[in-house]
Structures are given as structure tokens and as C-alpha cells.
């Protein structure tokens, strides 16, 4: 009996990004089984090993954002102006099926990397350049300036018509996954047979501008399309159904979607069944029978507002009403991380076994391989350096005049 192989088994990616688009682009080809070897700076630490809450992994270089984007990979930290890393590099790169990248325009050429270069000289390859607003803009960007510029905070806007900036990197993990969807695409025209000798390879461009908009469309649609947009605000449904919104309840806050009349019909039954007085619920129907979203809003609330969230739950589910207590992110993902890849931190006092995100996906087929944990900067430095050809004198030197670097203990 054979096991079935993971979809990227084979595979190798070389992950020379940093902070949290390009990283999180390499973990998703390594949940499929892709060997994923990062390259790191020799004299620091990328922002988000540095960065973290537990100062025992922070001490590491094992912030927990890291965490969760570094298991599975191997870690080469060197100097890339170094003419012997330069050495290595080339090999690696020549050995590998996926260059991921997220320097400046321009910066990998200079460093001796031309993209162009690359794919004429190693026809298997896949070059995948991640940028802020696209290779023809030397601007810089970070999530919240792509936020703005993008009209997601404008679209998010609050009651007031406030923009307001979604709080957690969105666009960053949204570009992450487009390069990963980018880059399975140009594997597979890599390996689709078409009786051609492949005599170049691929150069793919992937901005964080293009992927906050691509996320957007339905935000534009009406401009676009027809000339005419419709107010919305973050405190509404995007449907504009007045019967939705997110609401105080008893002892927290409830989420709400009627979209459809026979979720709006069992709303109503539920609210009936509770013993909601009938005038209120006479008032809350006309104003949605009159699309009087302030005041509908302001009848559901106050209907709503004497029972608990569970209650709800329980309730309007049984009616077939869309709806939800808000959750916080932690509470939301511990039911899912019980399924997800597991790996156990190295740490002094021991290690500490911790879920990290999966795929988010499933298949009747292996997906993911058995992850190794994420591990600290330069931890495979001397056998990557020996992989690419390198002879045990020159790494040494390398090592001690600060071209490459490991970890101290």
C-alpha cells in the first residue's frame, strides 16, 4: 500500500521575504508540502520574530505572529552582498522551483538577482515578486497605507462616515494568499505538457494594492457598473437590510442578518415567542416594511437587549435567522485549532506544544505533512550553506566575520 504524496511534496521554495505578505505566501505552499528554506538577514531579526508578547519566545526570536507563519521552514542566515553567500544563494536559487521575494522594486536586482536574469537562466523557476502598489511604484506600504489607499477604510467607514482601518493586517494575509494562488498557477502551467521544451520561466508580479482591491469588488461594483453607489457603513449589513446589524444583548453583543423575508419572518417569530409586547413588535415591522434603518435598528435593540447571547444563539438558530454572538478571535479559533497542525517550541525549561493554522481547507486527500516547529534565525545555516556547495573552511570564515550566522546556544 502506498501513502499518497501532499500536493507540493517534491517542491522546493526559496522564501526570501520578510515581515508578514511574503512569509505568510511561503507557509501556505508549505502546509501543502513544499520544502520552504527562509532566508534571513545575518545581523537582525525580522520584525516579527523580535516582536511579541511571551518574553521567553520573544528571546528566541519566536514572536507569536511568527509562530504561526515559520512552522515547516528552514532558516538561512546570511549577508547577501557577501560574495560567498551571493555563491550560495545562486545555487539555492538555481536548485529551487519558487523564488518568493518582497524587496523594493529594483532591490533584488542590485543585490545580483535580476528577476528577468533568473528565469532566462533557470527555466523551471517561478519568480514571485510581492509588492506595495506594483513594480512600476517605488512607494512604500505597509497593511493600513494600502487600507487607505485602497478605499477599505472608506468602506469600512462607522455611523458617522468615519473611515476607519480594520484592526488586524487583512490585506497583508489577503496578499499572502494571492501569491500563493499566483504561484500555484504558474506551477501548473510549468508542468502541463504541451509537447514544448520550456525554455524560460516565470515572472509574476503581486501587489498589496491589486489584492485589497481584488477583496473589494463588490465595494465598486456600483460605480463602476452603473454609475451609482449606496451609503454603507461598517455598522450595517452590505445587503442594507434593516433587519441586521450587530446589537447589545444582555451580556454582550449579537450579530444579525435577515437578508431573505423568511428570515425576517422567523426574527419576528422569535421575538414573539420570547413575549416581545406587540406594539413594539408592530413599530419594529413598520419601520422595516419602510427600510427605516436608524429606527429599526433602534426597535430590534431594544427587543433584544434582555436576554443573553446563548439564549439568542439557541433561538434564532432554531428559526433559521443568520446569526452569531461576536466573538473574539481566540475564542473563534479554539474549536478549529484542535484540527490544526501542532509543533512543539524548543525552549529552555521545555518545549511547549502549540497549534498553528492550517490550510483552511480539506480534502479526502493528504494536504499537510508532519510541520517542524518554526525555528531560530540561522538554524539551518551550516548545512545550507554546505547543501549549496560550500566547503566546511569557507562556512566557518563565514560564520566568524559575520557573512552568515546561527543561533549562539
Known amino acids: 500500500m502506498t501513502s499518497t504524496p501532499t500536493p507540493l511534496a517534491g517542491l522546493r521554495v526559496i522564501d526570501w ?11 501556505q505552499l508549505g502546509l501543502l508540502g513544499a520544502e520552504v528554506i527562509r532566508i534571513e538577514r545575518a545581523d537582525g531579526d525580522d520584525m516579527i520574530r523580535a516582536k511579541g508578547l511571551d518574553a521567553e519566545l520573544t528571546a528566541l ?40 521575494e518582497n524587496f523594493r522594486p529594483g532591490k533584488l536586482a542590485a543585490l545580483g538577482f535580476d528577476p528577468q536574469q533568473l528565469i532566462a537562466r533557470h527555466p523551471q523557476l517561478v519568480v514571485c515578486s510581492i509588492t506595495g502598489f506594483g513594480p512600476a511604484s517605488d512607494r512604500r506600504a505597509y497593511d493600513h497605507v494600502i487600507q487607505a489607499a485602497s478605499g477599505l477604510m472608506a468602506a469600512n467607514a462607522d455611523r ?22 499566483a504561484v500555484m498557477s504558474a506551477l501548473y502551467r510549468r508542468d502541463r505538457p504541451n509537447g514544448e521544451a520550456r525554455v524560460r520561466g516565470e515572472w509574476l508580479q503581486v501587489s498589496m494594492m491589486g489584492a485589497a482591491l481584488t477583496l473589494m469588488a463588490p465595494t465598486y461594483a456600483g460605480p463602476l457598473v452603473s454609475g451609482m453607489e449606496m451609503p454603507r457603513s461598517a455598522s450595517t449589513a452590505f445587503s442594507g ?7 447589545e444583548v444582555a451580556d454582550g453583543q449579537l450579530a444579525i442578518v435577515c437578508n431573505a423575508a423568511d428570515q425576517a419572518r422567523g426574527l419576528l417569530n422569535a421575538l414573539r415567542e420570547t413575549g416581545t409586547d406587540a406594539s413594539l413588535l408592530s413599530s419594529l415591522h413598520e419601520a422595516a416594511e419602510q427600510r427605516d434603518v ?52 524548543p525552549l529552555p525549561n521545555g518545549a511547549r ?26 538554524a539551518d545555516t551550516r548545512r545550507l550553506l554546505a547543501e549549496a556547495g560550500l566547503e566546511a573552511p569557507t562556512i566557518a570564515a563565514m560564520l566568524a566575520d559575520g557573512a552568515a550566522s546561527e543561533p549562539s546556544d
Open 294 to 345: 436608524p429606527r429599526t435598528q433602534a426597535l430590534l435593540g431594544q427587543a433584544l437587549s434582555g436576554r443573553t447571547t446563548a439564549e439568542w444563539d439557541a433561538l434564532l438558530t432554531r428559526h433559521g435567522v443568520p446569526a452569531t454572538p461576536v466573538m473574539r478571535p481566540a475564542q473563534a479559533a479554539a474549536q478549529m485549532a484542535r484540527d490544526w497542525p501542532h509543533v512543539e517550541l
Open 17 to 27: 521575504t520578510h515581515v508578514l505578505a511574503g512569509p505568510f505566501a511561503g507557509y
Open 61 to 100: 526570536g519566536l514572536g507569536e505572529t511568527f509562530v504561526t507563519q515559520g512552522a515547516g521552514k528552514r532558516s538561512l542566515a546570511i549577508d547577501a552582498r557577501d560574495p560567498r553567500a551571493k555563491q550560495a544563494l545562486a545555487e539555492l536559487i538555481g536548485s529551487a522551483d519558487v523564488l518568493l
Open 353 to 378: 506544544r502549540v497549534p498553528v493554522p492550517g490550510i483552511g481547507f480539506t480534502s479526502s486527500e493528504p494536504l499537510t505533512p508532519s510541520l517542524r516547529a518554526p525555528v531560530r534565525r540561522g
Open 241 to 247: 437590510s434593516p433587519l441586521s446589524g450587530t446589537f
Open 160 to 181: 458617522d462616515g468615519k473611515p476607519q482601518r480594520v484592526g488586524f493586517p487583512l490585506v497583508d494575509y489577503a496578499v499572502g494568499q494571492q501569491a500563493a494562488l
